[in-house]
Structures are given as C-alpha cells and as structure tokens.
C-alpha cells in the first residue's frame, strides 16, 4: 500500500532487533558524526535470529516504515538476520512500492567486500545467528567476490539472548564462546580470519579473544559498514543532500525504555534518552 510519506531532509535511519546495531551506530558516528540519526531497537521481539524468514521479514519492513515516516531516507539494517531475511526483498518489491527513491542498505555486502584484503590462507569462518548461518548469505555474497576463498559457519545460537539478558561478562557465557569457536575451528583448522556475523557480538570480544587461536583475526564490522556508507554517501550525492547533519542521535525500543537506556550503555559507553514505540503493520 502506497503511503504519502513526507519528502525533504532526513536523518539516518539505523536498525537492528535489539541492541547489536548500537556497535554499527557508535562506528558510524565515529566516522560520520555530522549526520542526525534514528535508531530503531525491536528489543521486544528479540532475538530475530531462530525466526523464520516471513518472521523476519515482516518485522523488518514494519520497522524501516516507521522510520521512513520519522523522515529518514535511508535506513542501515545493522542486523545480519535482517539483511540476510528482508534486506532484498524490501529493496526489490516494498522500496519500488511505497518508497522508490529512498535507500535500505545492510550489513553483509560491506563485510563481505572487505574480506578479501583480510585473509591470507583464503580460509575465513562466520560465526551469526542461526538464521544468518541458514541463509548462506555470507557465503554466497563471498563467493560472488572471492571465488577463491572457502568458508565455513556456525551458528551460535545462544550467544544474542546472553548479550541481550546482560549475561556477557558471566562466568556461564564463556562456555557457550568456547563452544563454538572450538566448534569452527575444528572443521576448518586453517581458518586464518572469523567474521562476527552478528552485530551483537563484538560486545563478547573480550571473551572471544579469550578463545581464540593467536593466529586467527576477529573482523567486526562496524568500522567497515561506516567506510562503506561513507563511500555510498560520496557515490550518491543525491542523498547525501537528503541526510541532514545537527550531529544527533535518538533512540527508540519497541521494549522497556529504562531497560533500554540501562543496557544501552554497555553498548555505547553513554548516557542517552530512548523513547518508547510500537510497530505494526
Ligand atoms: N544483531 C543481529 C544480527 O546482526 C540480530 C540478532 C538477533 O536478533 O538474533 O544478526
């Protein structure tokens, strides 16, 4: 259904099902903070990772409405699960639609270009949700780019409810880290670089380096999705002009603003002010 959403200047739009996007979100702004933004958490039908792909998909697009009605022209899924469920069929079909001259771009592209300068022995691991692992996203977007490089993931299904519950720094995480980086590494020992497919999960770095072998590199991805929507923004003037720059960040959670606000700060080191909304259709 076609809406009249306002046209004119905007902020960013970023969105993630929880709080993994705030990575994303504190790397961009790093970058790029002359930029206004709005990030959009659905903390409360988190974790989006074990959900079916209708699932995902229907709750992405309800959230990158809502921020196409807040104003923003283009919106980041800072969601792996989204961008491997939603992100091609919101651009395909719901952008012609109800919005063709705004722009929704995910994670996984960038992540994936990148890797290439990063592995020496072609062998990368991707550790994400269970949906990112099942949509081969990963794998498919690498093998279009570096058709020489092999790669191997796991799903960690536990690791997002852990971040989410505020568990990270537990005793009990460092079990589950473990596990599945023994896991990885077992079925391809000459693994040289792992891709944290998953937005959330540079908040368990400190127990994942912990795992690690010492010749294996993390990637997170932050710093490569602000490159590349930096990049975008210089390829795409157009736009450019239609991001509005005040140098501001609002926040809103489908979930417990003051639950947000407290768990946020893990994720960003600040104080911020969250506002409550809801998604529907
Ligand atoms: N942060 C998300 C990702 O990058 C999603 C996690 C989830 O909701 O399961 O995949």
Redesign the pocket.
């Known amino acids: 259904m076609k809406e009249n959403l306002a046209h004119g200047p905007g902020p960013i739009g970023i969105f ?6 705030l990575t994303i979100l504190h790397s961009i702004r790093a970058l790029l903070p002359e930029y206004d933004y709005v990030y959009l958490g ?1 903390n409360a039908r ?6 079916s792909f209708d699932v995902v998909y229907q709750f992405t697009r309800q959230a990158v409405m809502r921020l196409f009605r807040m104003g923003c022209q283009l919106v980041i899924l ?7 469920k939603a992100l091609r069929t919101i651009q395909m079909n719901d952008l012609p639609a109800v919005a063709p001259a705004r722009r929704v771009l995910g ?1 996984i592209r960038p992540t994936a270009e990148i890797i290439g300068h990063l592995t020496r022995s072609g062998h990368v691991g991707i550790l ?5 692992i099942r949509s081969q996203s990963y794998s498919m977007e690498i093998k279009k780019l570096w058709p020489n490089i092999t790669t191997t993931g796991v799903a960690c ?1 536990l690791w ?2 852990i971040i ?1 519950n505020n568990e990270a720094d537990s005793p009990g995480a460092d079990y589950f880290v473990q596990k599945r980086i023994n896991t990885i590494m077992q079925l391809d020992s000459a693994i040289d670089t792992i891709i944290l ?5 540079p908040i368990l770095l400190p127990k994942i380096n912990r795992y690690i072998p010492a010749s294996v590199s993390v990637v997170a ?1 932050g710093e490569y999705v602000a490159r590349s929507l930096q990049n975008y923004l210089v390829r795409h003037p157009a736009m450019n002009e239609l991001c509005t720059r005040g140098r501001t960040a609002r926040y809103f959670t489908t979930e417990n603003k003051t639950k947000f606000k407290e768990s946020a700060r893990i994720f960003l080191a600040e104080d911020i002010d969250v506002a409550h909304i809801e998604l529907e259709l």
Do not use: L
């Open positions: 993630d099902s929880g709080y993994g996007g659905d988190a974790p989006y990772g074990s959900r800072a969601c792996n699960t989204a961008s491997a994670v994400a949700t269970e949906g990112t299904p997002v409810p989410e497919g998953c937005t959330h999960y991805q």
